[in-house]
């Protein structure tokens, strides 16, 4: 079955870190654009940060810019999300996707085109 399988998320406090994972199943992200997304409690989803394929140059919405990092193993087939100093506004559900065919930017800012999505992790930043 071709998924994507999150995991690490939790309850953390402001200014600790987190990393959370995404492992493919069933095939390789070698080809794909990866990117994270971060669906705040009563708020859309919205695009963190991404990896294009085409050009392995990472982007970074500006509210986690210096403090998240996005990366991926692609032997181990896992895309992660690096996450210090954390902020209660960081608060939401994170689901990692992959896209092969994916095109402008709203892949990056929404999601648009996205092939494979990971259930969600629960992080919640708070004291």
Do not use: H
Not at 79 to 97: I, R, S
């Amino acid at each position: 079955q071709l998924q994507l399988v999150e995991s690490g998320g939790g309850l953390v406090q402001p200014g600790g870190s987190l990393r959370l994972s995404c492992a493919a199943s069933g095939f390789t992200l070698k080809d794909y654009s990866i990117a994270w997304f971060r669906q705040a409690p009563g708020e859309e989803r919205v695009g963190v940060s991404c990896i294009s394929a085409s050009t392995d140059i990472p982007t970074y919405v500006d509210s986690v810019k210096g403090r998240f990092t996005i990366s991926r193993d692609n032997a181990a087939k896992t895309m992660y999300l690096q996450m210090n100093f954390l902020k209660p506004d960081d608060t939401g559900v994170y689901y990692c996707a992959a896209g092969r065919m994916v095109y402008g930017s709203r892949w990056c800012t929404r999601g648009d085109g996205m092939d494979y999505w990971g259930k969600g992790s629960l992080v919640t930043v708070s004291s």
